[in-house]
């Protein structure tokens, strides 16, 4: 009988080793069926908690943040394109463009928890897709109610979220949950509140963990 499984996987939307590493844990979640019955939580962790509206060039972004070159930065974005390729998620060929703050889309990751978890998992995976497969600017509400619809979740209701501050002081007190459990890159996948698997590993990896844990249980 597959053994319950609680999976927190701690994200940001403007983070593409999380699109990858999603894509992954998915596969392996697939692939261990048998032994494992899953239940997934998104946890919030903002990369750019203090990006201006309008937000920022990546390449900009990414020089001013970690140094190097456009050259070592498309070389890295290519590492990227064939990983998420690999598990197939596609990622636009011509990258992100600019960094945005996803704080609201974080709000609204929230509350499609509460909605239920295969709600937030399509909501995930839509703001991803925007983000990370079209280049759309996930900060503007335009493209969030976008992502809402199309995981199939109350346009109206998330447009009354965005108007106001609900669910911020939620997603802040998570953030700082994690970050002071010590999670300071991400993704971060924690099973059972025990066992951190870092990374956007290959679906092999997450396999023999998830079996592996699962066996103990």
């Not at 960094?99 to 295969?118: K, M, Q, S, V």
């Not at 997603?171 to 010590?182: C, H, I, L, N, P």
């Amino acid at each position: 009988m597959p053994a319950p499984m609680k999976i927190d996987f701690v994200s940001d939307i403007a983070c593409p080793w999380c699109a990858v590493g999603l894509a992954s844990l998915q596969q392996a979640l697939s692939r261990s069926a048998d032994a494992v019955q899953a239940t997934l939580h998104f946890q919030p962790f903002e990369l750019n908690p203090d990006m201006p509206p309008g937000g920022e060039d990546v390449t900009e972004h990414l020089t001013r943040k970690y140094g190097g070159t456009p050259e070592q930065f498309e070389r890295n974005r290519e590492v990227i394109r064939e990983r998420g390729a690999a598990v197939g998620f596609t990622f636009n060929p011509a990258g992100r463009g600019r960094i945005y703050n996803t704080f609201n889309a974080h709000r609204l990751l929230h509350w499609a928890g509460l909605e239920g978890p295969d709600q937030q998992l399509a909501l995930k995976r839509a703001l991803l897709e925007a983000y990370h497969g079209r280049s759309e600017a996930v900060e503007q509400e335009s493209v969030l109610l976008a992502a809402v619809q199309a995981a199939g979740l109350d346009a109206a209701r998330a447009e009354a979220i965005l108007a106001g501050d609900e669910y911020a002081a939620e997603v802040r007190v998570a953030e700082r949950t994690y970050q002071q459990a010590g999670i300071s890159s991400v993704p971060a996948v924690i099973i059972n509140d025990r066992h951190l698997i870092s990374g956007g590993q290959p679906p092999e990896v997450f396999e023999r963990a998830l079996r592996q844990i699962a066996s103990e249980s």
